[in-house]
Nanobody, 123 residues
């Protein structure tokens, strides 16, 4: 079992960058795929980026490809999301989640969720 805790959200101007971090408790962190999801007001939660337990496989939503980078450090039990060239439409609450799965693209595979961190991009 892991408990993700997000940090690093905030307010940034369009074109700027933010780095989100997720620290996960538990000795089995390296066994879990990790994902970053987001939910904007009035919209469904969506998967933004995900990374396999080993880090060898990553997935990005089309809307963030070439702008966002997901990475993990299993020695430190952390996963990060580097967000560059931010746009107002990236404004959302961002959630870190963990799942004991190889199917990293499916939201229902993620069992453990953080509380979320707000990212606001002003135009």
């Amino acid at each position: 079992q892991v408990q993700p805790i997000e940090s690093g959200g905030g307010l940034v101007q369009a074109g700027g960058s933010l780095r989100l971090s997720c620290a996960a408790s538990g000795r089995t962190f390296s066994s879990y795929a990790m994902g970053w999801f987001r939910q904007a007001p009035g919209k469904e939660r969506e998967l933004v980026a995900a990374i396999s337990w080993s880090g060898s496989y990553t997935y990005y939503a089309d809307s963030v490809k070439a702008r966002f980078t997901i990475s993990r450090d299993n020695a430190k039990n952390t996963v990060s999301l580097q967000m560059n060239s931010l746009k107002p439409e990236d404004t959302a609450v961002y959630y870190c989640a963990a799942g004991a799965t190889l199917n990293i693209r499916k939201e229902y595979e993620y069992d453990y969720w953080g509380q979320g961190t707000q990212v606001t991009v002003s135009s």
